[in-house]
């Protein structure tokens, strides 16, 4: 940049109109005055790109211009000739969770200056190039820890011969972990029994509250939503439960902990979408899974032209007799029905093969 130093202060805005700075060709320069209140020491700001190697700029200030107080102003036109000399700045250093993001004014190679970079107490740490003015320092860093972070004289950036010019040390406090919910069983689907509660584990870090939700499919969706990964929106389902949990947790700590499902079906059976949500952030972040509750075991064995079923209660590992079976397509028509016998067993054999097309297919 390139400060200007009056006798009275000046509102930097004032300078629009007044301030003008050119190359030793006559050109005009690009230049950014900044806001703020009326001041003897104004910076103005000037584009780097390019800025390879010392250069010199005229800048010049026309009559007329005047402080921020009083009326009388410049009564002739005011010009300096300067040398701009490129440097290595670090613009900003700020601590986000598990890591240090340091800005420069110009990019620099993460090759080149980890050597440059200490960190006390001492961490081993990585870096890593966020975009070509920002890397990322991680390592072990602990949240509500203060940690000094050096970057030592003579840091290369990518422009040839343009360096940190002196040490630049600065502390940071990292911040406490971000609220988080996680369902560690999530994305696989998860088959559960009434045997203990049907409980679900549950991840929480610095979650002082729990909104928990509860969707049951509705029966005749259940097999548009099996043909389709068995992922469904809660427009297809009703909702049989909903209640909020006050939690203690240890800060910044991973806790997990289980929801007993069991009580909030009043020991209904099928297809339900759980979610989480945190109440104390906005209903978007959430966190939701696909289970069935059931205490029905079934084993499906399909051929060409049939298809066997065995059912069997996990509970207690004995055969369910006289069980409806219906089996539908994947636009939903029904293609079987029929009743297990005493050992748990229904078979289906078709005087013609399954359809290949997928509205007969099982």
Known sequence: ??????????????????????????????????????????????????????????????????????TLGLTRDEARVVEIRPTLQIENVTAYEGSIRVETNFGVNIDDIHNFIDVEPAVDFTLDSWYSRMFIIRGDFKPRS?????????????????VLENDFVQAVIMPDLEPAIELPSAGTGTFLTPVSGGRIPVELVNVRSLKVQLWRLYENNI????????????????????????????????????????????????????SLTNPDYEEWYERSQTINMSDIGMTVRMWEDGLLVWANAISTITPIGDADVRVYSAANQLLAEGKTDKDGLWVVQRSEPWGEESDETP
Not at 146 to 162: D, Q
């Open 223 to 274: 097999p548009y939503v099996m043909g389709n990964s068995g992922y469904f929106q809660k427009e297809l389902s009703r909702r049989v439960a909903s209640k909020e949990f006050s939690i203690s947790l240890p800060p910044n700590e991973k806790a997990r902990r289980s929801i007993a499902l069991d009580e909030l079906t009043s020991e209904d059976r099928g297809l339900f979408l759980l």
């Open 1 to 70: 940049d390139i400060r200007l130093d009056f006798n009275i202060p000046v509102l930097p805005s004032r300078l629009r109109g007044f301030l003008s700075i050119t190359d030793p060709q006559g050109r005009k320069a690009a230049f950014s005055v900044p806001y703020g209140i009326p001041s003897k020491t104004i910076h103005i700001g000037l584009p780097i790109d390019g800025l390879d190697r010392t250069v010199r700029r005229t800048v010049t200030l026309s009559a007329g211009l005047t402080g921020d107080a009083g």
């Open 146 to 162: 203060r940690f000094v972070v050096t970057l030592k004289k003579g840091v290369p950036s990518e422009n040839n011969g343009i």
